[in-house]
């Protein structure tokens, strides 16, 4: 069985903060590409610490800073730069169903 390689054991952004990990945002806008590690204290000084570090809640916050794209995929790291590779596994991953009409 693959293992998940994003596990969300951190869910909130105080969590993330005191395990010394990452929130990187990702730009799904093709013509874009931007990807950025966040800024957690950022984060916790508009939020708190106790706001969801889940995407479901984080990611309607986010606005793509390079195109103003709203279509960002969000992902945990272990460091501030994350791997072309794994920044290409999270934008396929997060690829959504939608164009399936072209
Ligand atoms: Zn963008």
């Given at each position: 069985m693959a293992e998940?390689?994003?596990p969300?054991?951190?869910?909130?952004?105080g969590?993330?903060?005191?395990?010394?990990?990452?929130?990187?945002?990702?730009?799904?806008?093709?013509?874009?590409?931007?990807d950025a590690d966040l800024?957690?204290?950022?984060?916790?000084?508009?939020l708190g610490r106790?706001?969801?570090?889940?995407?479901?809640?984080?990611?309607?916050l986010l606005v793509c800073?390079?195109?103003?794209?709203?279509?960002?995929?969000v992902a945990l790291s272990g460091t501030e730069e994350v791997p072309t590779e794994t920044a290409e596994h999270v934008r396929q991953a997060w690829k959504r169903p939608r164009d399936k009409s072209t």
């Open positions: 998940k390689l994003f969300y054991r951190h869910r909130t952004l969590a993330i903060r005191n395990a010394g990990l990452h929130l990187h945002a990702f730009c799904l806008n093709p013509g874009c590409g931007w800024d957690i204290g950022t984060l916790i000084e508009r106790q706001h969801s570090a889940m995407q479901p809640d984080l990611v309607p800073s390079r195109c103003g794209g709203k279509d960002i995929a």
